[in-house]
């Protein structure tokens, strides 16, 4: 069994064969999904998946590249819907930063505003995070232990391989490991990889986009986590069940609405 932590059912290209995409999952052995909160004109879709299939959650957020929607209305508006779990995917994102010097460090200021107001927000509906962290490790280290993120924890989104955010798994964050890992220029996540605590290990995709090996190219779907679990299990020297149980396990324990699947 597996958990896809990270997929983005509601993206438009999964409008015309949702249904399908999710029951070859299920075929598959991938048990639970999770949609992150990214734009909140998404949220409607997001919601309306959850409500119709068991295996599907979601949660609310904004992602760094749309902080000028936030309001926390929005953010109250969904947060205590029984399938909403999380808070995310929040963060910071410098690699689009404007070329300007002054919008540059107003952007900067902006998205550490609305990442800490999402921190704070988690740990008053007491809901774990979901963490984008895009160029800037330090800066996003340094506000979820100056906030106690550790209160609800969460999992770092497609883990960037930054030895700066290994010390994060003493603060109650889990590492989302997806398609990444089985690119041929992953070097850098394959060696970072055994250093990261087994306990704190959960698996994505972040489909549609970030396709692993062998379907680069195509769409990503959450079918597709057994082959990030079959390059975790071969780095690792674990079995591919070994991994399918550690992951899921450990999603389990971060997200607890998901214990009920099996």
């Known amino acids: 069994m597996i958990i896809d932590t990270h997929c983005h059912l509601d993206n438009k290209q999964y409008y015309e064969d949702i249904d399908t995409v999710i029951q070859n999952a299920l075929k598959h052995g991938v048990k639970g999904f999770l949609i992150p909160g990214a734009d909140f004109n998404d949220l409607p879709q997001a919601l309306a998946l959850a409500e119709k299939y068991e ?3 979601f949660a609310v957020g904004i992602h760094p590249y749309d902080i000028d929607s936030y309001n926390e209305e929005t953010m109250n508006k969904y947060i205590n819907h029984p399938k909403c779990i999380a ?3 929040c963060g910071l994102d410098y690699f689009r930063l404007p070329e300007d010097e002054h919008e540059k460090i107003e952007n900067i200021r902006k998205q550490k505003e609305v990442f800490i107001a999402q921190i704070e927000f ?5 809901k774990p995070l979901i963490i984008h962290i895009r160029e800037a490790s330090n800066d996003s280290r340094e506000i979820l232990i100056n ?5 609800v924890g969460g999992v770092l989104h497609c883990y960037n391989a930054s030895e700066h955010l290994l010390p994060l798994a003493e603060h109650n964050f889990y590492f989302g490991i997806g398609g990444v890992l089985t690119f041929k220029n992953a070097k850098k996540l394959v060696e970072v990889l055994p250093k990261i605590p087994k306990d704190k290990l959960i698996i994505e995709t972040d489909a549609p986009y970030l396709t692993p090996h062998p379907h680069r190219g195509e769409r990503n779907e959450p079918y597709y986590t057994v ?3 079959q390059k975790m299990a071969e780095l690792l020297e674990f079995s591919e069940t070994q991994i399918q ?3 899921t396990n ?4 971060l997200f607890k609405e998901f214990s009920s699947l099996s």
């Open 55 to 57: 295996e599907v959650y």
């Open 87 to 89: 808070v995310g995917e």
């Open 122 to 126: 988690a740990k008053k509906v007491k």
């Open 147 to 151: 906030h106690d993120a550790k209160q």
């Open 227 to 229: 082959f990030v679990a």
């Open 245 to 247: 149980e550690l992951t």
């Open 250 to 253: 450990n999603a389990k324990k």
